[in-house]
């Protein structure tokens, strides 16, 4: 074993099936001896998991360094030294490119100015959570203080020996307030300027709406809620509802301007098929930008709609009976067409590269426009600002090809990435339902 561990030799794929033996081995042998030993299991491999984030860390900045560098001495505009580099670790570890950029954001803090926090994380004493937080929290400093906040706070691994999360953040917060307050008190006015209301799906065909507000009105919006649902529940108005439905239907109303059992004055895309709407099929509908919901909760909503003053109405798309891939006129127009973009935006859903699912922003060609591509379904791809951008940095390609899996001549749609660093990923788009109706 140490004569594997040890040289050059060991490549990537010996490290995967190292790790995947070390993981089998250990948790055969704690089945084996009890609770006990499965117990000290799990502390193991927490720390080998914290010493695997270190090292991705150390190699993040060699990748993002060695790009850098090459396009440096290629003569590219420094503009342009960056681009696409998050989304490659992003893709990397099988994740968004959102979340890329903040693996490269850590790796380049720990790896430049907080060596005493990687080396704990390095070692396994530290959690990448907590070396995220330490991070997060010391953000506002300069270099200099930043690495003495590093110092005082990780140099000896017993100062934060059985810390909580909540513990670690406020240590490294207030040590950043006593060796520069004013650049935490502009970090923290600029934080105001971030505020925003987002909507993500929740299961059972939920969504959880979020405010990211100032502490002050985010209190104060959320007392008054609870306030006047309580002033409901002692006066009898609650309609055997619980306080935190109350609050939910008072949010609605007040902010819709209506009552919580009428429809939203806004319009809502609901793709159907026609055997779901009309013949009582089982086939889940798909409300772009939610996800799939069940065919009878459409029905439902459909005929609501109807049977309101809601405007309702139909459109026709076409796809192909044997993959479900939609169809298309052809574009001569560089940019997409409203009715070619929307059916983009359909078929893809969200963002195609791999492990993003960012809303769709831009409708971006396969084989870019310059190079021949035409303005087609075939040709357009549905990305977010950030992978669009991202893709247009040296070294990325994107292809159309045929999935080499697919053995029953379907001829199913799939796209491949290929990064600078020659590394590949497949991206397909999810399927639909067959026929298909469209209601708006």
């Not at 080499?404 to 020659?422: A, I, M, Q």
Request: proline share 6%; glycine share 8%.
């Amino acid at each position: 074993m140490e004569k594997h561990l040890c040289g050059d030799e060991l490549s990537p794929n010996d490290i995967r099936r190292f790790l995947t033996r070390i993981a089998t081995i250990t948790v055969d042998k704690a089945v084996r001896d009890g609770g006990a030993a499965a117990i000290e299991t799990i502390t193991a491999l927490e720390e080998l998991k914290a010493a695997a984030a270190g090292a991705q860390a150390v190699l993040t900045t060699l990748v993002a360094d060695t790009i850098r560098q090459q396009r440096r001495e290629a003569g590219r505009p420094a503009a342009r030294w960056n681009t696409g580099i998050a989304t490659q670790i992003g893709l990397a570890r099988k994740d968004s490119p959102h979340r890329g950029s903040t693996h490269l954001g850590l790796a380049r803090a720990l790896t430049t100015e907080m060596p005493h926090t990687l080396g704990q994380l390095r070692r396994g004493d530290l959690s990448e959570w907590r070396a995220t937080i330490l991070v997060r929290e010391t953000a506002c400093l300069t270099a200099e203080d930043r690495r003495l906040v590093d110092t005082r706070l990780c140099a000896d691994p017993a100062t934060l020996a059985g810390q909580g999360d909540s513990t670690v953040a406020a240590m490294a917060a207030r040590l950043a307030a006593e060796l520069d307050a004013a650049a935490v008190a502009r970090r923290k006015a600029r934080a105001a300027q971030q505020r925003r209301v987002t909507v993500r799906p929740a299961p059972e065909f939920m969504g959880h709406l979020g405010a990211l507000l100032p502490m002050d009105r985010a209190v104060c919006v959320w007392a008054t809620l609870r306030r006047d649902a309580d002033t409901l529940t002692a006066t009898g108005d609650a309609d055997g509802r619980t306080r935190d439905q109350i609050m939910a239907d008072l949010l609605v109303e007040r902010t819709v301007g209506l009552a919580p059992t009428m429809g939203p004055p806004v319009a809502v895309q609901v793709v159907i098929s026609d055997q779901s709407l009309l013949g009582g099929s089982n086939v889940p509908a798909e409300v772009p930008g939610y996800g799939p919901i069940p065919a009878a909760a459409a029905r439902q909503w459909i005929s609501g709609a109807v049977d309101s003053d809601a405007t309702v109405t139909l459109r026709k798309l076409y796809a192909r009976p044997t993959d479900g891939q939609l169809t298309a006129v052809e574009s001569v127009a560089r940019c997409f067409p409203t009715g070619l973009a929307r059916l983009i935006d359909l078929r893809d859903r969200t963002c195609r590269t791999p492990w993003c699912d960012a809303p769709i922003r831009h409708h971006d060609h396969i084989t870019p426009h310059e190079d021949g591509g035409p303005t087609t379904a075939d040709n357009g791809l549905g990305l977010c600002a950030a992978c669009n951008h991202a893709k247009q940095g040296d070294g990325w390609t994107t292809t159309r090809t045929d999935d080499p899996d697919d053995t029953d001549g379907s001829d199913v749609h799939t796209v491949e990435f290929r990064t600078p660093t020659g590394h590949t990923y497949r991206s397909t788009p999810p399927p639909q339902p067959l026929p298909l109706r469209h209601v708006s």
